[in-house]
């Protein structure tokens, strides 16, 4: 499973961007797609996660800003942030695994810079 992430770059406070997770295998086979995060000098954190269900999950600071989604026929998921805020600067990562295995998958990382 190869991932590609894209749509960071800077924003204002009180924006919007919109990440994008393609995925080389159909997304559908594929049973949760989770997006971290990781700012300078911190651990990388869970922001958002997406089942094969749609079932959704969203880290505390998320809730209510960001929405995490699907395009089955493009194989992407999604990451809508709105209202973000200074502290949401950070490499965003998408990351997919399966229930029934223990290896993981990672995207390269995008870039996200909000300035206040």
């Known amino acids: 499973v190869q991932l590609q992430a894209s749509g960071g770059g800077l924003a204002q406070a009180g924006g919007s961007l919109r990440l994008s997770c393609a995925a080389s295998?159909?997304?559908?086979?594929?049973?949760?797609v989770d997006w971290y995060r990781q700012a300078p000098e911190k651990e990388r954190e869970l922001v958002a996660t997406l089942t094969k269900s749609t079932s959704t999950g969203y880290a505390q600071f998320a809730k209510g800003r960001f929405t995490i989604s699907r395009d089955n026929a493009k194989n992407i998921v999604y990451l809508q942030m709105n209202s973000l805020k200074p502290e949401d600067t950070a490499i965003y990562y998408c990351?997919?695994?399966?229930?029934?295995?223990?290896?993981?998958?990672w995207g390269q990382g995008t870039q996200v810079t909000v300035s206040s």
């Open positions: 295998v159909n997304i559908l086979s594929i049973d949760a």
């Open positions: 990351h997919a695994r399966y229930y029934s295995s223990t290896d993981r998958y």
